[in-house]
């Protein structure tokens, strides 16, 4: 007997609910009045007027047209009458369609052209742990079931975590691709699209981190050999998510680099799904850090080490990054600063005005010292960028998918003159130096897409004794994005529901930062992340009218009450999968 929707969906909590109606028995909702789905009733509807603060400039793709014609056929196969009506009104591809066609963001015209779409495709990340220790789909049912209701939704796709920690566990260069070829087979099924993470670190430790994966065995056996291979701060914590960045080219690691483990890892990958490479999967984000980002882990959350919204600490204090300073000391002229780090810019979880080193006057950062740490400790992380997209882009060469790196969203004390939680991490990006500009030069050079974080947040919803400031930082990198010419994506630090994060995404990604109607927006937005909750009813309902309008496209002139009002009419058909999944979960 098949699960519905609800059911399966709720088994994401592991809730047992009983059985429902035998196959071949109708639900009573198949007979639903559907005449109101068509035509939406625009007499009641209050368009907002352009600059109205709940109307802001919208972006995104329509989904691939498709003739009336070929629709009314797909329709016509066993699909419940009450949902066919639901996806021709919403706009939406059926389950029965998503073999057939997806809402690409570039569509074929005649002659074998293509047309570049308006609009930001939105993708869901999956659960952390979508694949088990064993290497199969984590509740497989519920897992279908979720993917089911996204594309209905009108998503373009998933974002799928590839653990090198479960993949590879075992023994260098035996990869077990398991569980990820059930779940991609899976997301092909639906029409989903796929960016697949190489995600070369440990889950565990960060914020949203729901479980433990910890690196490969037989790499935390070469760490317990030589602890300097993991990052270490001033006082000798070692960090353990991610090998550090000055053992890089060194062959440490059962006589591989760390690089060439990489590589490796992401040629199997390569060679494994090159059937699905161009087609269902679309994007291959590199990892090259904590929690997968370009940056050092200078702020973790294990053992209540940091607190938001603390400064952090450099991770320098490896021999082989002390090696590397101490080199590059020698080569400035200035060998006697090549012994150790900044010895003044206090703990995790000082604020800058609490450091010598990072205070607004006189501060260690603005001197010629700082400046000298501050750009080896800046370029080291830059030159690690290099070595693994150069080897990324040289091995999916032709495959048909884009490359992207994601950036991490340090919004807090960005109003401070030093820009210390951003320092730390390793973007030398202070009031007086632009930080993000050199990432995305380095980006563009090898045709990689600029992810980045905090597009949800607003100034004035963070804490103002910390100097919060996510817009104005977003609006930064957008500005570095556009003059490097370099793609931009985005996606929400954390979990949110609501319409005014929806509202401040729409807006962001529309990449109206200087005021100009430039024909520029984000190439894609990913929304964290798939769960329960998104699956709660205010909450679906919410989410349905926020695709709908991030596929409308920043140039769209429709009223947003009515894409609201047809993504409610869309939803009332769907909600009682939905509201049963609900309940189940509460029980």
Partial sequence: MALNLAHQIGSLAGTQIAAEVTTGEQSSSATADVSGFRKVPLANLRCNAPGEALSPPMLTPPL????????????????????????????????????????????????????????????????????????TVNRKKAMNASLHALKSAGVEGIMIDVWWGLVEREATGAYNW?????????????????????????????????????????????????????????????????????????????????VQCYADFMRAFRDNFKHLLGDTIVEIQVGMGPAGELRYPSYPEANGT?????????????????????????????????????????????????????????????TPYGEFFLTWYSQMLLEHGERILSSATLIFDGAGVKISVKVAGIHWHYGTRSHAPELTAGYYNTRYRDGYLPIAQMLARHGAVFNFTCIEMRDHEQPQDALCAPEKLVKQ???????????????????????YAHEQILRASSLNVDGSAVDREMCAFTYLRMNPSLFHPDNWRRFVAFVKKMNEGKGARRCWEEVEREAEQFVHVTQPFIQEAAVALMH
């Avoid at 697949?196 to 065995?217: E, T, W, Y």
């Avoid at 995790?348 to 501060?363: L, Q, R, V």
């Avoid at 490097?484 to 994506?489: T, Y």
């Fill in 306 to 366: 940091w607190k938001f919204p603390g400064i952090g600490a450099f991770q320098c204090y490896d021999k082989y990054m002390l090696s590397s300073l101490k080199a590059a000391a020698e080569s400035a002229g200035k060998p006697e600063w090549g012994s150790t780090g900044p010895t003044d810019a206090g703990h995790y979880n000082n604020w800058p005005e609490d450091t010598p080193f990072f205070k607004k006057e006189g501060g260690g950062w603005n």
């Fill in 64 to 135: 691939t047209p498709r003739s009336a014609a070929n629709r009314s056929a797909m329709m016509s196969l066993s699909l419940r009458p009450d949902l066919s009506a639901a996806f021709q009104a919403f706009g939406t591809l059926s389950p029965l369609e998503t073999a057939e066609e997806s809402s690409a963001s570039v569509a074929w015209k005649e002659g074998g052209k293509k047309e570049e779409k308006k609009g930001v495709p939105v993708y869901v990340m999956m659960p952390l742990d979508s694949v088990t220790n064993g290497n």
């Fill in 178 to 258: 398991g569980g990820y070829a059930e779940l991609l087979e899976m997301a092909k099924k639906h029409g989903l699209k796929v960016q697949a993470v190489m995600s070369f670190h440990q889950c565990g430790g960060n914020v949203g981190d729901s479980c433990i994966i910890p690196l490969p065995k037989w790499v935390t056996e070469e760490i317990e050999k030589d602890p300097d291979l993991a990052y270490t701060d001033q006082w000798g914590r070692r960090n353990y998510e991610y090998l550090s960045l000055g053992c890089d080219n060194l062959p440490l690691l059962k006589g591989r680099t760390p």
């Fill in 477 to 499: 990198v957008a500005l570095a994005t556009g003059a490097a010419q370099v793609p931009l994506a985005g996606e929400n630090a954390l979990p949110r529901y609501d319409e």
